[in-house]
């Protein structure tokens, strides 16, 4: 916490977490804290531990030592689908939607899981309910325009798109972002930050991104990691005057 920022109940913090792959360690002893209703950016260059540190933040696997608190609660170690139902909710970085079924299907079918409201003997109306909450999702990011199309039609950034409303459909309250505008043309980078900033009025949103310019305009806090250690932490303003963020940008090359 620094000047100007006012303080919000934490939503999630990882405590003493380290992460080792074989002998190798990829996180270091990280102590992070994401307040509520916030846009926390995780910044730093490739190879600094950011999506090793989504990964242990939205629960793909449990820190090699160290715990983890959703509103005050441990969740160390807590299985992947229960974090979904608990409201926590992430889109990766690698593409995991349906290609062969409809935009609309794919949103309908994580609705469907999510709820488990449907079995042989669901009426047909249950069906359209489901429909419908596919379609607003649909249309919150951008697709409106595009509910029949094949998943695999679809532009890269409309994929993206897609991606964040099947993350949307266990209407979370905390929501995990990897680089989403991975591979994206600067229109479409420009359209998914715009929905980025829309989704973080009504929730939490944790993003990750090496892009720093990126995401200074749109971050109320931002956290740098670097060779999988915490750098730095603060507002926009902290991380754009910090020397040793700068430096660390400047020797990868990375802006
Ligand atoms: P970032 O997302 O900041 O680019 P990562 O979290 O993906 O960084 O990786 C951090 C470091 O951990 C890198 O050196 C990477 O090679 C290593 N690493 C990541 N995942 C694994 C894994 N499953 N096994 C071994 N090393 C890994
Ligand atoms: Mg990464």
Redesign the pocket.
């Known amino acids: 916490m620094t000047a100007g920022e006012t303080t919000a109940p934490e939503i999630l913090r990882a405590e003493n977490v380290t ?1 080792m ?2 002998g ?1 360690t ?2 270091s002893n990280i102590n992070v804290s994401f307040p509520e209703g916030r846009l926390t950016a995780i910044i ?12 242990v933040l939205s629960g793909a696997f449990p820190p090699s030592t160290g715990e983890i608190f959703f509103k005050g609660k441990e969740i160390t170690g807590v299985p992947q689908h229960a974090f979904a139902r608990m409201g926590i909710a992430k889109s990766f ?1 690698i593409t995991n939607i349906f290609p062969k079924i409809t935009a609309l299907e794919n949103v309908r079918i994580a609705i469907q899981a999510m709820t488990c409201r449907f079995n042989i003997w669901t009426p047909r109306s249950k069906f359209k309910e489901m429909e419908d909450e596919a379609a607003t999702l649909l249309e919150m990011v951008g697709l409106h325009q595009h509910h029949h199309r094949l998943a695999s039609n679809l532009a890269h950034g409309e994929q993206r798109a897609l991606e964040i409303a099947l993350a949307l459909a266990c209407n979370p309250c905390l929501l995990l972002l ?2 989403p505008t991975a591979g994206m043309s600067p229109e479409e980078t420009s359209t998914m930050m715009d929905l980025i900033t829309d989704l973080a009025s009504t929730r939490t949103v944790i993003l ?1 991104e ?1 892009k720093m310019k990126l995401v200074m305009g749109i971050s109320n806090h931002l956290i740098v ?1 670097h060779h ?1 250690e915490f750098l730095a932490e603060g507002t926009p303003d902290d991380i754009r005057s910090n020397d040793e963020v700068k430096r660390v940008y400047l020797g990868q090359g990375a802006h």
């Open positions: 992460i792959f074989g190798f990829a996180l730093g260059p490739n190879g600094a531990g950011k999506s090793t540190l989504f990964n970085q990897d680089e990750v090496h990691l999988g």
